[in-house]
Nanobody, 124 residues
Framework: QVRLVVSGGGLVQAGGSLRLSCAAS??????VGWFRQAPGKEREFVAA????????LYADSVKGRFTISRDIAKNTAYLQMNSLKPEDTAVYYC???????????????????WGQGTQVTVSS
């Protein structure tokens, strides 16, 4: 069973940057999604990358500011977050589809393995 380890959260001022990492155990390549949950809100989609082609999806709220990428050799996905805003404050989760689905997806129910969350706090 694949396991995910998420790292890279923290406290940053508005306008700053952070990079989150999501390291998967084993050698299989998965499609990856990043989601976030702010206090009192439902979890929402942030970004996703497909399993093979590297195609990407982004939520409108992060387009142009966040970039999802992967290092195949390290089996690690990243979420580079630039121009952070206070409204980006949330717990961020990565997720993979261990059934080896291919396309990047914004839908939570298409991911079956989740990493622990990491807190991102953006101060104004």
């Amino acid at each position: 069973q694949v396991r995910l380890v998420v790292s890279g959260g923290g406290l940053v001022q508005a306008g700053g940057s952070l990079r989150l990492s999501c390291a998967a155990s084993g050698r299989a390549r998965y499609r990856v999604g990043w989601f976030r949950q702010a206090p009192g809100k439902e979890r929402e989609f942030v970004a996703a990358i497909s399993r093979a082609t590297g195609s990407r999806l982004y939520a409108d709220s992060v387009k142009g500011r966040f970039t999802i990428s992967r290092d195949i050799a390290k089996n690690t996905a990243y979420l580079q977050m630039n121009s952070l805003k206070p409204e980006d404050t949330a717990v961020y989760y990565c997720a993979v589809d261990s059934s080896l689905g291919a396309a990047a997806s914004q839908y939570e129910n298409e991911y079956d393995t989740w990493g622990q969350g990491t807190q991102v706090t953006v101060s104004s």
